[in-house]
């Protein structure tokens, strides 16, 4: 009870994978020589690999807000009509950008806890057929809600509205067929399921949104993802000076992630996801989303109880760091994580000290009832095939 590991269980940043660290070290390496040019390379080659995606990938240096910024700007002109789904904190960035680029929004609002339905935004394109693009996060991380991305994909396709998939928390923790559902971009972050440390972000780019490019008059300067292909095209690396630390780290980690399998890096998401839900009903909690992902879990704080107390308890018992609620959110729900560098004995742990925590704040737990409804998974999941 004296030690006290520290433990990131929050949605990003999230735990890191200790080879990647082990590669940073090794960063030293200028960024305009060849030697850097075919790491840069291989990391493209490798995350197109891993995104399951023949579009083009391009890495950012910035969190994953300035690839949704990019992917604005890049991509439409002032006054154009998009289509933003909203059902969170980060639905409401999209809303922002939007609003900042001098697009016409038509908002698609839903609750916190919600998702917006794809039925809704195929009838805001009957509704708009002059709509431009459709924008929505696979993962609503602020309230851990997914969003029915392929259905949605399939509204769109016909349409001439791009795809803009805010996936920094649903790659790597959800299905996502970016070439045969049709997305037209999609977005990712270091921090989240990529194991490294915040600072990159990446996206992919269709030629459909290629297209739109060409035609896009709202002004870019540093995130000029034109300019950005050419330099890559052209084998130069990029067109700015590019976290040359961060990029090393990537490619380790997504050797891992190779080795590993993407399907499994996503199975292991949802397998830890299921834990903590059934961990969460035998202990009395409720979910927060009603279409819960597998990112992050979002649970009630027991009536009476403010949720930061949860979360200051975790910080100062076991040396964790979980996630409060945000904005109206905030003292209503926790949230645990489950995606990047995560495994069983994490859930295991992190379940057993919110079972202290409940118990010594004078919740009515069975202390262990958590901890075997997440061992029951595990069991299952590891059953013997015959």
């Given at each position: 009870?004296?030690?006290?590991?520290?433990?990131?269980?929050?949605?990003?940043?999230?735990?890191?994978?200790?080879?990647?660290?082990?590669?940073?070290?090794?960063?030293?390496?200028?960024?305009?020589?060849?030697?850097?040019?075919?790491?840069?390379?291989?990391?493209?080659?490798?995350?197109?690999?891993?995104?399951?995606?023949?579009?083009?990938?391009?890495?950012?240096?910035?969190?994953?807000?300035?690839?949704?910024?990019?992917?604005?700007?890049?991509?439409?002109?002032?006054?154009?009509?998009?289509?933003?789904?909203?059902?969170?904190?980060?639905?409401?960035?999209?809303?922002e950008i939007a609003k900042a680029?001098?697009?016409?929004?038509?908002?698609?609002?839903?609750?916190?806890?919600?998702?917006?339905?794809?039925?809704?935004?195929?009838?805001?394109?009957?509704?708009?057929?002059?709509?431009?693009?459709?924008?929505?996060?696979?993962?609503?991380?602020?309230?851990?809600?997914?969003?029915?991305?392929?259905?949605?994909?399939?509204?769109?396709?016909?349409?001439?509205?791009?795809?803009?998939?805010?996936?920094?928390?649903?790659?790597?923790?959800?299905?996502?067929?970016?070439?045969?559902?049709?997305?037209?971009?999609?977005?990712?972050?270091?921090?989240?399921?990529?194991?490294?440390?915040?600072?990159?972000?990446?996206?992919?780019?269709?030629?459909?949104?290629?297209?739109?490019n060409a035609t896009a008059t709202?002004?870019?300067?540093?995130?000029?993802?034109?300019?950005?292909?050419?330099?890559?095209?052209?084998?130069?690396?990029?067109?700015?000076?590019?976290?040359?630390?961060?990029?090393?780290?990537?490619?380790?980690?997504?050797?891992?992630?190779?080795?590993?399998?993407?399907?499994?890096?996503?199975?292991?998401?949802?397998?830890?996801?299921?834990?903590?839900?059934?961990?969460?009903?035998?202990?009395?909690?409720?979910?927060?989303?009603?279409?819960?992902?597998?990112?992050?879990?979002?649970?009630?704080?027991?009536?009476?109880?403010?949720?930061?107390?949860?979360?200051?308890?975790?910080?100062?018992?076991?040396?964790?760091?979980?996630?409060?609620?945000?904005?109206?959110?905030?003292?209503?729900?926790?949230?645990?994580?489950?995606?990047?560098?995560?495994?069983?004995?994490?859930?295991?742990?992190?379940?057993?000290?919110?079972?202290?925590?409940?118990?010594?704040?004078?919740?009515?737990?069975?202390?262990?009832?958590?901890?075997?409804?997440?061992?029951?998974?595990?069991?299952?999941?590891?059953?013997?095939?015959?």
């Amino acid at each position: 009870m004296h030690i006290k590991k520290q433990r990131l269980l929050t949605p990003g940043p999230t735990p890191l994978y200790p080879p990647a660290l082990h590669a940073m070290m090794a960063s030293d390496v200028h960024h305009r020589t060849q030697d850097f040019v075919k790491v840069q390379a291989q990391a493209l080659s490798s995350l197109k690999e891993v995104m399951g995606t023949s579009n083009d990938v391009l890495i950012l240096v910035s969190s994953g807000s300035g690839a949704m910024e990019a992917s604005v700007s890049n991509f439409f002109s002032a006054g154009d009509k998009v289509i933003v789904c909203v059902a969170g904190k980060f639905g409401e960035r999209w809303q922002e950008i939007a609003k900042a680029f001098g697009l016409n929004a038509v908002v698609l609002q839903s609750e916190y806890g919600d998702s917006v339905s794809a039925d809704r935004v195929q009838a805001a394109l009957k509704e708009n057929p002059d709509a431009k693009g459709v924008f929505v996060q696979a993962s609503e991380t602020s309230t851990g809600a997914a969003h029915d991305i392929q259905a949605m994909a399939a509204a769109v396709k016909p349409t001439q509205a791009l795809l803009i998939v805010d996936a920094i928390t649903g790659l790597g923790t959800m299905p996502l067929d970016i070439d045969g559902w049709g997305i037209d971009i999609c977005i990712g972050g270091s921090q989240k399921a990529f194991m490294i440390p915040p600072g990159l972000a990446f996206l992919s780019i269709s030629p459909k949104a290629w297209e739109r490019n060409a035609t896009a008059t709202i002004p870019r300067f540093y995130f000029d993802l034109k300019k950005e292909k050419k330099m890559v095209d052209k084998g130069e690396g990029s067109s700015w000076t590019p976290n040359t630390s961060h990029i090393i780290a990537l490619n380790a980690a997504l050797d891992y992630i190779k080795q590993l399998g993407m399907p499994k890096l996503v199975e292991n998401a949802q397998l830890l996801a299921k834990a903590t839900r059934d961990a969460a009903a035998a202990l009395g909690l409720e979910l927060f989303a009603k279409n819960p992902g597998s990112s992050v879990t979002a649970i009630k704080a027991p009536a009476g109880m403010d949720s930061g107390v949860i979360v200051k308890a975790f910080r100062t018992q076991f040396g964790a760091i979980i996630a409060n609620g945000q904005g109206s959110m905030k003292g209503q729900i926790f949230r645990l994580a489950h995606l990047g560098y995560f495994d069983f004995a994490d859930t295991f742990a992190v379940i057993a000290a919110l079972e202290l925590i409940l118990h010594t704040n004078g919740h009515n737990v069975q202390l262990g009832a958590g901890v075997t409804a997440a061992q029951r998974v595990w069991a299952e999941a590891n059953k013997p095939k015959a």
